[in-house]
């Protein structure tokens, strides 16, 4: 099991971007899918992005394709996520979360998880 910090939050206005980082330690990261998830305050925990262990797959919500990118740096055991065109319905604390199996939407699948970071858009 992998153990996962974000950090890069913050206010920001509307329009404006943000790196968020996920780092991880433990054993076999570089083994495991990395997804971004969000909470809105009284919103379920819903899901952002994911990528693949090798990097190659990816796959966003609707809601942030076009203006969000995940990547990752296995050799640094760090997972990203580029947020642009920052809109006020994008604020809520962002988790980040490792599974075992390929890219996944489900928040089941993911067997760690992030302390979570603040992202808070101004409009």
């Known amino acids: 099991q992998v153990q996962l910090v974000e950090s890069g939050g913050g206010l920001v206005q509307a329009g404006d971007s943000l790196r968020l980082s996920c780092v991880a330690s433990?054993?076999?990261?570089?083994?495991?899918?990395m997804g971004w998830f969000r909470q809105a305050p009284g919103k379920e925990r819903e899901f952002v992005a994911t990528i693949s262990w090798t990097g190659v797959e990816t796959d966003y919500a609707d809601s942030v394709k076009g203006r969000f990118t995940i990547s990752r740096d296995n050799a640094k055991n760090t997972v990203f996520l580029q947020m642009n065109s920052l809109k006020s319905e994008d604020t809520a604390v962002y988790y980040c979360?490792?599974?075992?199996?390929?890219?996944?939407?489900?928040?089941?699948?993911?067997?760690?998880w992030g302390q979570g970071t603040q992202v808070t858009v101004s409009s």
């Open positions: 979360a490792a599974s075992r199996g390929g890219i996944t939407k489900l928040s089941t699948d993911y067997t760690s």
């Open positions: 433990g054993r076999n990261f570089a083994l495991h899918a």
